[in-house]
């Protein structure tokens, strides 16, 4: 029987192009998080919901601008770091859960940015990219849809939001849920499916058409506008605001599925690293039985595994992001990297508040915060189960391919 090959037995080396660069522009990134980023994690001006406003985030974009680290991993002639680059700035832009709004490498801009970048039509690069690349407007991805309503979630064959086209527009009608930035986002990328298959519109936002229902708290609080539920009615497109061709919807959706997974771990990445430096912090300076925490082996030693889970993350995500890089799709890698990564992280997390005790359950530091965006991590881009089911139906049809 013939080994499948999918790479994973593959180490990226060691040097790429753009290395040099990037660890320049990461350097820099670092720094801005550090020094004008972390002050602003106790400000008071957040939502209802514990998210930061809009008017905060503006502000922390400005600063980013005047920093020369506003969007640092795309360049204004609309070229892109590699992966590999890119993972080493957004590490970075983590260390703070405030960095990713404030540098825009936040999800879901960052991911819309990668799409429309690598998949729209000059107009639509113009119209709806140039603003948030420059960070002057949020996008939202209309994509998944109520459960309780037989909708769109892990599995997007289920879309009921539906499309059709009446002269040179097109009428789009449907629920969508978890949508997030939704409130105060400025830009929208809707899929709806028509008789063709799924497709993708863009739109200006707010619109009449689209009613936000209802933004339910959730246990994480990184993302200005929450996770929105909206209603869409009689929502009117121009045929040139589609995203490509009708049935392309799905095809499109992969471009930006691989990479926006890992960039989610990237960021996540950065913020445990921080997490972890400051559990490290406190388990050297808290004394307790006459010695400090580190000394006692059930405390160094969880700070001896997170090392170890952190160093894992770093290369499997670097793995991942050089199978990007040579062109190939990397769904398989992609969903490996956010099994493994997304698992270690909550590791970590749990172990930074574990050896903080009663310290690293409050709003003293973001320890605790990292643990709630931690586990909501551990679902979004596809729950650990759905790409584990993923990957095991690759392994079947990889068998019957080598045994037939």
Known sequence: MNNNDTNTGAIADDSFPDRAKA???????????????????????????????????????????????????????????????????????????????????????????????????????ERFLTPIV????????????????????????????????????????????????????????????????ACMFLTDLPNPAIRIDQVPRTIDSSMPGGHATVTIKDLRVPDEQMLGAAGDG???????????????????????????????????????????????EGVGFMLAENLIDLQQCHLMIDWCAAVLDRGEKGGTESSMAKVAVSEALMRIADRCVQVMGGNGLTEHTIVEQVFREIRAFRVYD??????????????????KQNNA
Not at 50 to 77: M, N, S, W, Y
Not at 382 to 396: C, D, M, N
Request: aromatic letters at 6%.
């Open 250 to 296: 799905f095809r499109y959706a992969q471009v930006r599925l691989a990479p926006a997974r890992l960039s989610h771990c990237m960021r996540w990445l950065g913020a445990c690293i921080r997490a972890n430096e400051i559990a490290s912090d406190y388990a050297n300076r808290r004394m307790a039985f006459g010695k400090p925490l580190v000394d006692h």
């Open 23 to 125: 660890e320049e522009i990461a350097a820099n990134v670092e720094r801005f998080v550090r020094e004008v980023i972390m002050p602003y994690e106790h400000d008071f001006r957040r939502d209802h919901h514990d998210c930061p406003t809009d008017e905060l985030t503006l502000e922390l974009r400005q600063k980013a601008r005047q920093a020369g680290v506003l969007t640092p991993h795309i360049f204004p002639d609309g070229g892109h770091l590699s992966q590999r680059g890119t993972a080493l700035v957004l590490i970075k832009s983590g260390l703070s859960p405030l960095g990713p709004l404030a540098c825009n490498t936040a999800a879901p801009d960052e991911g819309n940015m990668y799409l429309l970048g690598k998949m729209g039509s000059p107009m639509i690069q």
């Open 382 to 399: 596809g729950p650990t189960e759905v790409h584990k089911w993923s990957l095991a139906k690759k392994i079947k049809r990889d068998w």
């Open 134 to 197: 420059e960070g002057k407007k949020r996008s939202a991805f209309f994509m998944t849809e109520p459960a309780d309503e037989g909708g769109a979630g892990s599995d997007p064959s289920m879309m009921i939001t539906r499309c059709h086209k009446e002269g040179n527009e097109w009428v789009i009608n449907g629920r969508k849920a978890f949508i997030t930035g939704a409130e105060g986002a400025g830009v929208g990328i809707i899929m709806a499916k028509a008789e063709e298959g």
